[in-house]
């Protein structure tokens, strides 16, 4: 795994570990070699009948396989794959020494295969961590909803989108929500507490890579060595 930053290591860990696993396992079931029917042996095994002194007799099918079968890897790449993985658990362990809804917030930003559990968490904890001032009930249901929308403009900027402006707001609650906002009066209604929920993610953000970065810089530290 290279080392660039902790964005890139975190998805590439949880890549690992979820999706890229299932597909060389699949790629290497659809490689391995076709076992022919004179490399297996039939075999009785004896086994004691239950509740009865009888013997019953069953039939196991044993398949023979060679180490050469086995070892598909060089031992070269053997030791390059080892020390992948060896640095993949250190970043999974590191994830692990955050509180619950900060890993839930950057599996939101950073997992390849997000889910709506990472979207709840992540809009609980912004929600809380804003703490919304106080609005009529309309206004804060709405409020509310910003959240999701500051969290999704977040999201694509880390990945090199541009920041959602207040039409895209708009039109984006209106599509998800069915709820309306006025972008003409972004201004006078939404610009500050759309300032504060990008802060108070950014500051999550920051603190679900610490752990991250440290072990990045531990990891060059001994290479450099």
Not at 106 to 126: D, E, S
Not at 148 to 163: D, I, R
Not at 179 to 188: E, G, L, M, Q, S
């Amino acid at each position: 795994m290279k080392l660039i930053s902790a964005r890139q290591v975190w998805t590439e860990s949880q890549h690992e570990s979820n999706a890229s696993i299932s597909a060389a396992a699949i790629e290497k079931a659809e490689s391995a070699p076709v076992k022919t029917g004179n490399r297996m042996r039939r075999h009785e095994a004896v086994f004691a009948a239950l509740g009865d002194d009888k013997e019953e007799r069953i039939q196991v099918v044993r398949q023979r396989i060679s180490i050469s079968e086995t070892r598909r890897t060089p031992v070269g790449r053997s030791t390059a794959r080892a020390a992948h993985l060896a640095t993949i658990g250190k970043v999974l362990r590191a994830i692990d020494t955050l509180p619950f809804q900060v890993q839930q917030f950057g599996h939101f930003l950073y997992h390849p295969m997000m889910t709506m559990q990472h979207v709840m968490n992540a809009v609980l904890l912004i929600t809380a961590k804003a703490q919304l001032p106080d609005l009529t009930s309309a206004k804060r249901v709405k409020a509310q909803y910003l959240v999701t929308m500051a969290l999704q403009s977040y999201k694509g900027e880390v990945h090199g989108a541009a920041e959602w402006g207040p039409a895209r707001v708009a039109a984006e609650m209106s599509a998800f929500f069915g709820v309306t906002i006025d972008p003409k009066n972004w201004t006078r209604d939404w610009l500050d507490l759309w300032d504060s929920l990008k802060e108070a993610v950014k500051e999550v953000d920051i603190q679900a890579q610490q752990p991250l970065w440290q072990v990045i810089h531990a990891e060059k530290d001994q290479e450099a060595a």
